[in-house]
């Protein structure tokens, strides 16, 4: 299984920090069904004037392992003894790109954040993608999103003709894109071709899928073959998908993206705040604000690993209380922190973490007393925050709603920061005083809300406190 990225441009080995790999060293990694190693083939040939570096990600795994059941299958033999899975690009190669190029897939690039913002002249090539009859659908499926697609078909095999062609292709794409959306591209299409997916197609894929596909997904002429393809044809998935992409449609068109951490950076962000005390003031303000109002249910947006969950759950006043996230591994360290997994029907009932991201609508948010969003809008790209606000205010419309952010002023307090460096390597923004009051005010008059601000943590005389809170209140 062969995956690669050409960079036609200037500078193209920057192309290595982009993706955080080395182009002088080769790297191997170990994988739960194989092995995949990640090196550069070529590395800024110049062809006329121009640079071309490209990156190889060879994914090899044992064929009998998958058979017998060993790896990449839930029950055993879920592939035959002879399969095609070493050769062919296949959700393998999904999981293998979001394993060895998570970081670039979050458009973080440290030192060459400029670059990884900009469309690049890329080419991409999928070695042996299954397509059976549907060689119409490569073109349908990639154009919309700005590629050129090309393709090398095959005689099935040349001593019996009779055989017809292949069902395989060799795929290229190019285009000039973001590398991040590339990425994201071929993780999503690959198995919408190739549909043996190597594990069970479960609600987290609907998650995933919506996450991967937030900024092109909603428009895509063809999302429903896409979606129907990717989520396995199940019915009950695709229906969910399916109404949170229309929901999405209507809530924005726009195709700019947002980055969702797949994680929190918990350990930089504990060295870049005195993480701890101001932490547990700000929940603390959170809760004071919840009872201020008399909230009994409430909802925790963005409640990463439960903390504010978990004080909830200790005050009686509050009768409901549900933690949503983007990311699983957020959630899965909320349920072992809420001791979820041995918790008890009367428990169960006031409490319920789940999956969903704050860009889509969600009928699941409506119906509390007050909606928390606690350090979350800074993780959206700027270009999202609409899209967020009629979410949240429009659709979910919860009576009271609390929202904290820092306040960027307060930065110059942190000797190790840099002007405009911001606190956490995942956020988008971070707002002055002024700019979040600006935001909250004119959100709150635009959906018939009134806002109140007060600050968390240490008042510094010129500067402010370091975190900021909003309490919105329906009219
Ligand atoms: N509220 C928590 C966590 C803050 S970190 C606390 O104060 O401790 C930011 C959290 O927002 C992360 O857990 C991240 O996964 C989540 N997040 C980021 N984008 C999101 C989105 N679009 N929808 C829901 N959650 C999101």
């Given at each position: 299984m062969l995956f690669t990225i050409t960079y036609t441009g200037q500078?193209?080995?920057d192309l290595g920090y982009l993706l955080y790999k080395n182009p002088y060293r080769p790297q191997t990694f170990e994988l739960t069904y194989g092995k995949a190693y990640v090196f550069y083939?070529?590395?800024?040939?110049?062809i006329n004037t121009l640079e071309r570096t490209t990156v190889a990600l060879l994914l090899n795994i044992d064929p009998l392992d998958l058979a017998r059941g060993k790896?990449?299958?839930?029950?055993?033999?879920?592939?035959?003894?002879?399969?095609?899975r070493p050769y062919v690009s296949s959700s393998f190669m999904s999981t293998a790109i979001s394993k060895v190029f998570g970081t670039s897939m979050t458009g973080r690039?440290?030192?060459?954040q400029e670059l990884s913002d900009s469309p690049l002249d890329l080419t991409a090539n999928i070695a042996m993608l299954p397509c059976r009859g549907e060689l119409a659908k490569l073109n349908s499926v990639f154009e919309p999103l700005g590629y050129e697609v090309s393709y090398e078909t095959f005689i099935a095999d040349e001593k019996f003709p009779?055989?017809?062609?292949?069902?395989?292709v060799n795929l290229t794409i190019r285009g000039k894109v973001r590398l991040r959306d590339l990425l994201k591209h071929v993780y999503v299409l690959i198995p919408v071709f190739d549909r043996q997916k190597h594990y069970w197609v479960g609600t987290d894929e609907v998650e995933k899928l919506l996450r991967l596909?937030?900024?092109?997904?909603?428009?895509?002429?063809?999302k429903a073959y896409i979606t129907g393809r990717y989520l396995n044809r199940r019915k009950s998935l695709v229906n969910i998908a399916f109404e949170r992409l229309s929901a999405a449609n209507a809530v924005d068109g726009e195709i700019i993206p947002p980055e969702i951490p797949e994680t929190d950076d918990t350990e930089k962000t504990a060295k870049s705040e005195k993480k701890l005390n101001l932490n547990s003031q700000r929940l603390e303000s959170v809760i004071a604000a919840l009872k201020n109002c008399g909230a009994k249910s409430v909802i925790d947006i963005g409640?990463?690993?439960g903390n504010l969950l978990n004080l909830l759950m200790k005050d009686?006043?509050?009768?409901r209380i549900t933690g949503v996230d983007v990311s699983h591994t957020a959630l899965e360290r909320a349920s072992e922190k809420l001791k979820l997994?041995?918790?008890?029907e009367h428990i169960r009932e006031r409490i319920q973490i789940f999956q969903g991201s704050l860009t889509y609508k969600d009928?699941?948010?409506?119906?509390?007393d007050a909606a928390c969003v606690v350090?979350?809008?800074?993780?959206?790209?700027?270009?999202r925050l609409a899209a967020f606000e009629r979410v949240l205010?429009?659709?979910?419309?919860?009576?009271i709603v609390i929202i904290t952010t820092p306040?960027?002023?307060?930065?110059?307090?942190?000797?190790?920061?840099?002007?405009?460096?911001?606190?956490?390597?995942?956020?988008?923004f971070e707002w002055t005083r002024a700019k979040f009051k600006d935001w909250a005010n004119k959100t709150a008059e635009k959906f018939g809300y009134n806002a109140q601000f007060s600050e968390i943590g240490e008042v510094d005389e010129?500067?402010?406190?370091p975190t900021q809170m909003g309490v919105l209140k329906i009219i």
């Open positions: 500078n193209t080995t083939p070529e590395v800024s040939k110049r790896t990449g299958s839930d029950s055993g033999g879920l592939f035959d003894y002879v399969n095609d690039a440290d030192s060459r009779e055989w017809g062609e292949s069902k395989y596909g937030e900024d092109w997904l909603p428009n895509h002429p063809e409640c990463g690993e009686n006043q509050f009768t997994y041995r918790a008890n009928s699941r948010f409506a119906g509390y350090e979350v809008i800074e993780h959206l790209d700027i270009s205010f429009e659709f979910a419309k919860p009576p306040n960027k002023e307060y930065n110059a307090n942190y000797k190790f920061l840099d002007e405009d460096d911001l606190r956490h390597g995942d956020h988008r010129k500067y402010g406190a």
